[in-house]
DNA sequence: GTCTATATCGTGATAGAC
DNA sequence: GTCTATCACGATATAGAC
């Protein structure tokens, strides 16, 4: 699969595989290098460090994540067909990426190098133009009037909690891999009617 | 504040905290013995291994979690009662330990010693009657007709992603910890409003 | 029970040969 | 660019004095 990728690009493959299934702390150099196919010293000779090679991965993944948002609300489709596509290619992407957002929510809690920085989440979402179209749409009376914090807090606790909880859901529902990927199926639909019906309520 | 704790307990009390706050891999058995204002041989002489005293911790854990809910289950009130009275201790019971969803969800997909083994929480929960409950309400209608384990995931989702990803929602919106405090309090009063909605709706 | 000292290993990072 | 060898350090765990 990635015989013809260079030296660097598959370490740089190899340690997004490892820090995302085991954290900065649950892994070592030695074993992303491995995972390539290659020794210590060229990870440090490519990155230079652990931390910084961490840096570049952990940047990456917060910007995947934040794009896979972002097409969606670029688009110009009505506010309430937009949500519900919000959270179908959501739980698509979350389907092809299912430790991302634990990867990204862990890491940010250790603190340490990934912050945000310069990532200016808020901004760029902005700049999609979605949030006017809430202003708009609560100024009309089509959509109910909160805040846009409790709305983005709404739509990824029942977008990402799924993928999140894996280990918690299945454990006390005792299900097996395929129960639960068949769950998340049926699962997203309820999230679909629940967050539009309260969203959008019909008079 | 623990003065009058015994060696073992002191002990035990700081490996919660700092477990709980960085993780099996996060922390080394000598931070934990600084914390307890203790050494290495202590930690070992008490509990033979860094391993054996995080499976103590995390049974620990996850009892207190498991407990948290099912002393409302247990109670004879209405089901719809019951429900908004969960939500509401759970935001209390997370307010007050906020790291302990993540540290669970971390820890259970870290794999390990750290499963599920003979807590048996399906079995517990059924136990308090809180199902049959909801069969019984979906069968006279005042319930929609769904699997309990997107009733569950449902009600985890809403009620322990805000504190679960903090760092994330902190993050995007660029929230001061007061901030977010406040947030919490009015999205809770949402969830309630959302999930009531859904779960019992009228006709 | 509590301490110091130590054994053994794995880690991150680099030096230096090719 | 890529490798082997190595350094300095911190980790877990234990031995043994008190």
Known sequence: MNKDLSTEAKIKEAARRVFIAKGFDGCSSREIAKEAGMNVALVNYYFRSKGQLFKLIFHAAMEDFL?????????????????????????????????????????????????????????????TGVFKDMFRAQEEGRM????????????????????????????????????????????KQYVTEMLTNYLFPQK
């Open 67 to 127: 794009l896979s948002m972002l097409d969606v609300f670029a688009t110009d489709l009505a506010l309430e067909v937009k949500m519900r596509i919000f959270i179908e290619r959501e739980y698509d992407f979350l389907t092809n990426h299912p430790e991302l957002p634990g990867f990204i929510i862990n890491e940010l809690s250790r603190g340490d190098g990934a912050t945000f920085e310069q990532l200016d989440i808020h901004c760029r979402i902005a700049e």
């Open 144 to 187: 109910r009037k909160m805040d846009l914090v409790s709305i983005t807090t709404l739509l990824m606790s029942n977008c990402q909690f799924p993928f999140l909880g894996r280990s918690l859901i299945k454990g006390v529902h005792q299900l097996t891999d395929e129960q639960f990927e068949q769950h998340l199926v049926v699962h």
